[in-house]
T-cell receptor, first 115, second 116 residues
Framework: ETGVTQTPRHLVMGMTNKKSLKCEQH?????MYWYKQSAKKPLELMFV???????ENNSVPSRFSPECPNSSHLFLHLHTLQPEDSALYLC??????????????FGSGTQLSVL | DQQVKQNSPSLSVQEGRISILNCDYT??????FLWYKKYPAEGPTFLIS?????DKNEDGRFTVFLNKSAKHLSLHIVPSQPGDSAVYFC???????????????FGKGTKLSVKP
């Protein structure tokens, strides 16, 4: 148990669907992140939230829409995705989102397939 | 262009021997380096880190070496165990100035297989 829970574990959706990924952390952290891992590519940062405020948007297309209602929950709303968006989406949290030695705690990820 | 490179996608080692995983970086502003380990169907977990003011950090069977002049770091696992079989990600940060963890840059990972 990593303390960061992601649901669903797997998701298959069509290009016209709307779906949401959910992340919850039980670690009392104040920073939460969405990462994307495509096949044969490094982990790519998508969004960062510190104390519920979005502090980074790494040039992510608007078809991905994050929501952070509180420091424990993070959502990624998906709509009109493309097949190339198929990837593993990882949520992470850290204590305060500051400092080089702050460790990230990852969830198990949602494996997304867009048909 | 990739700032953090792990040029070996895979590595196979016999149990009990040393595993050496390599990582190169291009950004001279990086001053903190981390290794994460990932098992299938799980998220990455933090393994070990090193600040640029050091050239070695050891934690049990795991040692990370940093060669700043070569912009190279390596993770040594000795002795290797079958349970070490996983994907290992190198990550770097230019965070000593108090920057956000959002500046963490990952490599593509190296899949380590430790054979009994």
């Amino acid at each position: 148990e990593t303390g960061v829970t992601q649901t669903p574990r797997h998701l298959v959706m069509g290009m016209t669907n709307k779906k949401s990924l959910k992340c919850e952390q039980h670690l009392g952290h104040n920073a939460m992140y969405w990462y994307k891992q495509s096949a044969k590519k490094p982990l790519e940062l998508m969004f960062v939230y510190n104390f519920k405020e979005q502090t980074e948007n790494n040039s992510v297309p608007s078809r991905f829409s994050p929501e952070c209602p509180n420091s424990s929950h993070l959502f990624l709303h998906l709509h009109t995705l493309q097949p190339e968006d198929s990837a593993l989406y990882l949520c992470a949290s850290s204590q305060n989102g500051r400092g080089p030695d702050e460790k990230l705690f990852f969830g198990s990820g949602t494996q997304l397939s867009v048909l | 262009d990739q700032q953090v490179k792990q040029n070996s996608p895979s590595l196979s080692v016999q149990e009990g021997r040393i595993s050496i995983l390599n990582c190169d970086y291009t950004n001279s502003m990086f001053d903190y380096f981390l290794w994460y380990k990932k098992y299938p169907a799980e998220g990455p977990t933090f393994l070990i880190s090193i600040s640029s003011i050091k050239d070695k950090n050891e934690d049990g069977r795991f040692t990370v070496f940093l060669n700043k002049s070569a912009k190279h770091l390596s993770l040594h696992i000795v002795p290797s165990q079958p349970g070490d079989s996983a994907v290992y990600f190198c990550a770097a940060s230019a965070g000593a100035g108090g920057g956000s963890q959002g500046n963490l840059i990952f490599g593509k990972g190296t899949k380590l297989s430790v054979k009994p």
